[in-house]
Each structure stands twice: as structure tokens, then as C-alpha cells.
């Protein structure tokens, strides 16, 4: 069965510093990957998404996010955050119509 | 310009009563998905419409749960008998398919559903 795990619950980074959050996934075929955002308050929001072509691929507030398939990972990066990035991200693949998703990693920012 | 609208956006009901969830996807939009988000969950998948149809109501807990679709845009998720562990947000979200490759979902602020 499909499945995606995001193995951090929560992450604390200072501001500034980089940023890696993970994402591993279970999916027979070619996969459709996404990252959303979820900020306090706030509906979920698209990042980015992979679907073909290079595996390196940049989304919106600066983050980009690798596909590796030898690894069934999809993680997402940022070279320095910004208070403003505390929120939770979700991970998920695309499973037909329907989206499956991971429990969230939530993001925490030391000033 | 208007993105998924839900209504209301908080809820405290009492155990045993039945609540009626809305949501106004963006105009256009042929999918539209029910999510459920318990908290340090991720989103649980509920009922999936395409158009005025819901090719997949697997998700939707027990038959306490219905969803509709009227007029391939406003959608309203149905909970009788509301168990206090039907406590969750609701999410909508609409999509301008539903074919794969995903097209992105928009999702709304969600619904707070408490249930006492």
C-alpha cells in the first residue's frame, strides 16, 4: 500500500541557519510528489511539486525539494530560514485522484 | 481572487447532535475532496467528487458521515449522531481536475469541529 513517512514530529532551527525537512514514500509506480505548508491560521498551500523531469525542483518562498528515487525520499530545503517559515509541512504522493499524506513535521524557529 | 470558502469556521456542538458542514470550492473547479486533520495526524482522507458524484465515499469513517454536491460547486459533509471523537478540522479542497497528474489542490481554512 502507499504509504509517506515524515519521520521529525517537530524540528527547531535558528533563523538563518539551513534547513532540511524528510520525507521517504511506498508507491509501485512512478510517483507524484508535493510538499504543502500549513502556517497558524492558514489553509494548506502548495510549495512545490514533482511529477517528471529533473529531480531537483524549486517551489515557491525560496524552497526546493530533491527526488531520489533510490531512496524513495523527496526532501525539502531551504539554505536559511525566516521566522515567518514556522508552520507544519506535509509531505504527500499522489495516489490516482487522492492525495496520501504524512503526519507533518512541524517547524519551529529560534530567533 | 476567491479560493475554497468553508463555513463555519469553528463548531461546538454537543454529543448526539447531527452538524452540516459547507464548502464553496473555486468557480470552475470540477474535484473537490473532504479531509479530516485530528491533531498530530496527518489528513485523512474522507469523499472524493467529481463533478456531482462521489466515485469514492471509502474514506468517509461510518455511516454517520454523507457528503453531497449540488450543482458541480457547493458541497456540504453531513456527521449525525456527532461522537466526541469526531473532534477534528475539516478541510475542503477543490481542484480543477481530478485526473492524474494531480492538478494542485486549493484547500480552505477548515472547519472546527468540537464536540462535547
Known amino acids: 500500500a502507499q504509504s509517506v513517512t515524515q519521520p521529525d514530529i517537530h524540528i527547531t532551527v535558528s533563523e538563518g541557519a539551513s534547513l532540511e525537512l524528510r520525507c521517504n514514500y511506498s508507491?509501485?509506480?512512478?510517483?507524484?510528489l508535493f510538499w504543502y505548508v500549513q502556517s497558524p491560521g492558514q489553509g494548506l498551500q502548495l510549495l512545490l511539486k514533482?511529477?517528471?523531469?529533473d529531480t531537483l525542483v524549486q517551489g515557491i518562498k525560496g524552497f526546493e525539494a530533491e527526488f531520489k528515487r533510490s531512496q524513495s525520499s523527496f526532501n525539502l530545503r531551504k539554505p536559511s530560514v525566516h521566522w515567518s517559515d514556522a508552520a507544519e509541512y506535509f509531505c504527500?504522493?499522489?495516489?490516482?485522484?487522492?492525495?496520501?499524506w504524512g503526519a507533518g513535521t512541524k517547524l519551529i524557529i529560534k530567533p | 481572487g476567491a479560493g475554497v470558502s468553508q463555513s463555519p469556521s469553528n463548531k461546538v456542538t454537543e454529543k448526539g447532535k447531527d452538524v452540516e458542514l459547507r464548502c464553496d470550492p473555486i468557480s470552475g473547479h470540477t474535484a473537490l475532496y473532504w479531509y479530516r486533520q485530528s491533531l498530530g495526524q496527518g489528513l485523512e482522507f474522507l469523499i472524493y467528487f467529481q463533478g456531482n458524484s462521489a466515485p469514492d465515499k471509502s474514506g468517509l469513517p461510518s455511516d454517520r458521515f454523507s457528503a453531497e454536491r449540488t450543482g458541480g460547486s457547493v458541497s456540504t459533509l453531513t456527521i449525525q449522531r456527532t461522537q466526541q471523537e469526531d473532534s477534528a478540522v475539516y478541510l475542503c479542497?477543490?481542484?480543477?481536475?481530478?485526473?492524474?497528474?494531480?492538478?494542485?489542490?486549493?484547500f480552505g481554512n477548515g472547519t472546527r469541529l468540537t464536540v462535547t
Open positions: 479542497a477543490s481542484s480543477a481536475t481530478g485526473s492524474r497528474p494531480s492538478s494542485p489542490l486549493h
Open positions: 504527500a504522493v499522489d495516489s490516482n485522484y487522492q492525495l496520501i
Open positions: 508507491y509501485g509506480a512512478t510517483p507524484y
Open positions: 514533482y511529477f517528471s523531469g
